[in-house]
């Protein structure tokens, strides 16, 4: 498969009257090659169990019959199970759903961003963040983190309420470094919100498999009307596939990204995939232990290797230590491994798998360390 987006030359894409903060940027996106093991863009490399195949088969094709008209623009059996799932004494009023939390965050931007405002992000994080930006024109103010890549209640609300950003972007846990935040960083930086009534959103599409005791954002939602967590079915209900993200807040945050959404953004083939998966969550979230322990497998078997891990709460490993990450990633790739090689010195990333994939991976990784 094709490693890049592109379908013409820089030269007619530059010619083309593109809005200003979009020249020079390229797509988001990972190396999309044929490889015996894939693990570099974070997907839950379990297949969708039998039993839940067939009850999305059987969903959508009930749905297929009235495809003639336009969905339920309300989702709101979708948004009841959503409820149902988090808990927390949700209701179906607090969640919004669309298209992959991609969008949900793009909505949220077109709401609450745009032309004479700005958001933050604290880098390295997730790299979709100044793309959704600049997407929809909203200035992008990147935060500094430690030399650990930590980011503390202090420093965060401190940058916060010196730039006053409209939304503050917080990753937990962190893509790329697959560390959790404390709740006090969020409580922090929300307080710092209250003298201009900023939005705070938390990023959560990793939060099943953190680790024991990490608290989630949604406990801190009673009495803040302004905080936002976003969710994901992608990763730890292994649907990538079928595009469904996901958001609780206050009621008032979906009637805001109602006067943005595009009519029946939701398809009737979305939401009855959704629905059947919501009806055996216990089933598909069984590979999550699983995930969880190739992981931890990984960081040790990587500190065995006298390599720096990240302590993980996400499905995918963040390590330092490497002389030459690059050389590196294109010596695990010569191996039939594909790992993410995120921009940062001396680290790369890869995706916790199946067991025989982890194994792929650390036996190459060792080969590869042996040769460099």
Not at 53 to 69: D, F, K, P, Y
């Amino acid at each position: 498969m094709s490693t890049t987006d592109s379908q013409s030359s820089p030269e007619a894409l530059a010619a083309l009257p593109l809005r200003e903060n979009l020249r020079g940027l390229s797509p988001y996106g990972a190396p999309q090659l044929d490889v015996p093991v894939t693990l570099n863009t974070n997907e839950n490399t379990h297949p969708v169990p039998e039993e839940v195949v067939h009850a999305i088969t059987a969903s959508v094709a009930a749905a297929a019959g009235s495809l003639n008209r336009y969905p339920d623009r309300e989702f709101t059996e979708l948004r009841k199970r959503l409820a149902e799932y988090l808990g927390h004494g949700l209701s179906e009023t607090q969640l919004w759903a669309a298209n992959g939390s991609n969008e949900i965050l793009q909505q949220l931007l077109q709401a609450f961003g745009g032309p004479g405002r700005t958001v933050m992000g604290f880098p390295p994080t997730y790299s979709m963040y100044p793309l959704l930006a600049a997407g929809t024109d909203t200035a992008y103010l990147a935060g500094v983190r430690g030399e650990d890549f930590s980011l503390t209640a202090e420093s965060a609300a401190a940058q916060v309420a010196e730039h006053r950003p409209n939304l503050v972007l917080l990753c937990s846990p962190n893509n790329p470094t697959g560390t959790a935040l404390g709740l006090d960083v969020v409580e922090a930086v929300y307080q710092a919100t209250e003298a201009y009534q900023g939005i705070v959103i938390v990023d959560e599409a990793y939060a099943e498999f953190a680790l024991a005791g990490t608290g989630s954002a949604l406990a801190l939602l009673p009495g803040r009307p302004r905080l936002v967590v976003t969710r994901t079915m992608s990763k730890a209900f292994a649907l990538a596939g079928a595009r469904l993200g996901y958001l609780a807040a206050a009621p008032e945050v979906s009637d805001a990204l109602r006067l943005v959404r595009l009519p029946y953004h939701l398809s009737a083939v979305s939401q009855a995939t959704a629905n059947a998966a919501l009806q055996h969550y216990d089933v598909l979230l069984e590979t999550v232990e699983d995930i969880k322990a190739q992981r931890d497998r990984i960081v040790e078997g990587l500190r065995g290797m006298g390599l720096s891990p990240a302590v993980s709460d996400s499905n995918f490993v963040f390590f330092g230590g490497l002389e030459d990450a690059h050389a590196t990633w294109q010596g695990l790739l010569d191996h039939g491994v594909l790992v993410r090689d995120v921009g940062i010195a001396h680290h790369l990333r890869v995706t916790a798998g199946t067991e025989a994939e982890t194994t792929a991976f650390l036996d190459a990784l060792r080969e590869v360390l042996g040769g460099i």
